[in-house]
């Protein structure tokens, strides 16, 4: 199955909601767990990436090694606010969610290094690692972000990587995991 979560209206109606499709039933089914809306406010612009259970890497307070989403970033227009610069609240906070259990942990962050916060950038996981990049700092940055973070979900910290080279900064754009990459 797949977890849909968050989004907004054209109106800027923000959900805060998770929704879990069963392929083999053919149904949803919505989270009747979400943390505290002053933790997790709704959002759109934010990511979610599928996690696969990694043993002592469990968000859980029981430990429990389980495949999760994990959702970073994104945005919001205070309540009341109207569209206009310098109203949004950008996000960079981590949550993972067990749409089994239906359960959801705030991410543990050791250390004081994090991405900044931000929207329509993209995540992906590989080898242990959930990896953001680039996406927008405000609705009125002059570029987007060229910048690529590493959380490691054993350590629960992130580390920014500064590769040689790369793509260009950029938001609104698409990634995916490439199993057999070195």
Do not use: M
């Not at 943390?35 to 709704?42: R, S, T």
């Not at 250390?111 to 609705?139: C, N, S």
């Not at 040689?164 to 698409?174: C, E, I, K, Q």
Request: charged share 25%; glycine share 12%.
């Amino acid at each position: 199955g797949f977890v849909v979560a968050g989004g907004r209206t054209r109106g800027h109606r923000c959900f805060r909601d998770a929704w879990t499709y069963r392929v083999a039933t053919g149904s949803w089914t919505e989270s009747a767990t979400l943390p505290d809306p002053e933790a997790y406010p709704c959002r759109w612009g934010h990511t979610l990436t599928r996690v696969p259970a990694t043993r002592g890497a469990s968000p859980f307070p029981d430990g429990r090694a389980v495949e999760t989403v994990a959702t970073f970033g994104g945005r919001f227009l205070e309540p009341g606010e109207k569209k206009k610069s310098g109203a949004y609240v950008y996000l960079n906070d981590l949550w993972f969610y067990d749409p089994v259990a239906d359960e959801w942990a705030r991410g543990a962050v050791l250390g004081e290094t994090r991405p900044p916060a931000r929207d329509h950038h993209v995540a992906t996981f590989a080898r242990g690692g959930l990896y953001i990049h680039g996406g927008k700092l405000t609705d009125q940055a002059p570029k987007a972000l060229g910048d690529l973070w590493r959380y490691d979900v054993a350590a629960k910290r992130w580390q920014e990587l500064t590769p040689a080279s790369g793509p260009s900064t950029r938001y609104l754009h698409g990634a995916a995991p490439w199993p057999n990459a070195e």
